[in-house]
């Protein structure tokens, strides 16, 4: 059945447009219609291997690539933390996350967890990283931090996006971020094949697979069954050299049909980017419904801390030993911080700090970036304390309708 | 004197600054000083940019330049006026004087259009410390006078001591085919001038609608009733130049405090097109 494409068949399964979400569904979608496809012939040059075969892999990368630290997700008290990894088998492989709003737990039935408390950006724009040295005497003392090269290993593809829209932001930019960004010299990306509770990223188009920006990607089928795919040559030669064999026609189907069961679980979510923009700015001056939706928030920037996207950061003087040290850190636009000044306070009320978040995830980011703000990783609704849940906001703005 | 307007550029690390030394201080009005900044090097900067001035262990504060740059025998000064309002501005007024130390960097920000407002009428709008930005833009005119048509200048304070720049109101009033327009909030013995708000003064106006530009800056209350009472006069939305303040950190648009809307005060700013921003002043706290 090698010829015959089993992504033609799974058309029926999967819509078109949730496909073409993907930028992989592209592929998918030319595979069934022009017949003749280089990646469906080929199974979707998708491999199969172990979670071994991943040690294998990440082995490869660091010998091909010389000293390279890893970074990625692994336990930390009771959740899972973005840091440093002694080794490629800290990544979780045998408990799951149970997220909902407000919630998070570790549960030992299982073997997928989603994401991390923490994202690449705790690694990229540290919550606290030093901008300058100064004496006295007004002269610059330079910092010596060492270059050092990375490998990001297993982020999610949502995690991935995020990173493309902090480089909008701040690459070129931001010393630090700019930086640690070049510091990377690989990215392997887990891919999702179940959502959380709280996820929508297919929503937003961030998820759950990825197309491109990535060096070798995953996706775990079963327990210790995992599909790999290369996104550069770097991942292909490693791929190659791991000796992975090439992905049956039953992973390639199971593969393709838990994707289309993830993104129809998710799309449903929120309402369409479109339509959300549309009617966020109908509703950008409606304070009653902005104070409405924002009642239960309590200012206190969780979201803007776990979010991957949100860079805004404060400069802090902490004198110490004769100099003083200028610290960049954090700034949650939910705090009340943001937008105070001496002789007053731009947004002094809770309800425009709430909606800036929104408004610059949807709208803002757009203009600055060309692309949606947000990657709908759920970790701003898994993370509040409170339980606000910003795909209720989405909903309701589309609505029209107050709770 | 010609002067040259070009916009500068930062250096690679954009948080280094230069050490400047204070060379002269003026006390403008209560807690209203302009610092003459003096440093080596050459310093390129356009009326309406701004500079994060720093004051070691406390911090930066972003403060517009206020008169024209002066570059000769190899070292810049600069005008800077600040008014006390939190930790950095007070150190800089109480703790500075002449022969201090004060860190700068800059410039930021994308200036007044002048380039644009050339052979077309002039109108400024100041409110309080907000007639600092301006006060560049009238000794530009005043040295390139031909450049442009006629200028009025609407300047108000809260009261007649409260005015910066008192010793040289007259020169502006002296400058060819220029009106001079001043009020006081609240009445004083003496004030001769206008009592009310400096946007009443816009009712005043005495230039060509058609053919002009307008330049405001002061609280954002102010440029607010100006903007309407301007629009009332029949001036074009896109005629209207605003400068904004917000909670500004870094002045390149990575520290994210200063966003207005979609833009970055600082970067896309400070001076905003009234068309470009309609869709947000208006909505409080944005």
New interface residues.
Partial sequence: MDNECYLHKAKYVMLETRLLNTGLAKKVWSCSTMNTNELCGNNCNLFVGSFKDLGTVVKLLQEGLGDVRLFGYKFHKDRIEFGEMKDFDEIPTTVADIQKPGYFRISSTGYRFRHSFSSPKAFLLPPEHSILTVSQGYEIVEDGDGQMGVVFLGIKPCDRKAMSILDGILYGKSPVYTKRRDSIKAIIVEECLEPGETCFCSAVKAGPTISSGFDIAYARLYKDTLVFKYGSSLGEKILVKAGLQKAQDSHVKAYFEMVANAISMMNSRISRVEELQKALKERIGDKSFWEKVSSNCVGCGNCNYVCPTCFCTEINDIVEEGYSKRIGMWLGCLTYTYGLVAGGHFRQELYTRYRHFVLHKFLFYPKQVGDVGCVGCGRCITWCPLGVDLRDTLNLLVEGGTR | MKVELQKGNYTA?????R?AVVVNKVEEAPGIYTYFLKFDGEFKILPGQFNML?V?????VPISLSNLPIFRNGYTLLEHTVRV???V?KAITLGLGIGS???IRGPYGNGWPLKDAEGRDITIVGGGIGIAPLRPIIKYVELEREKFGRMNILLGARTPRDMPYKYELDKYGAILNTKLLLSSDTPADGWVHHVGFVTDLINNIDVNIKNSVVFVCGPEVMMRVAVKKLLGRGFRKEDIYLSL???M??G??????C?F??Y?VCRDGPVFRYSDIE?YL?????
């Fill in positions: 690390n954009p948080f280094v600054f050490k720093y070691y262990g406390l911090g930066e309002m939190g930790a501005t130390f004060i860190g303040e917000r909670r950190r870094c390149i648009g990575v520290c994210g405090t966003q809307g979609h970055f869709d208006w909505v409080e706290g944005i």
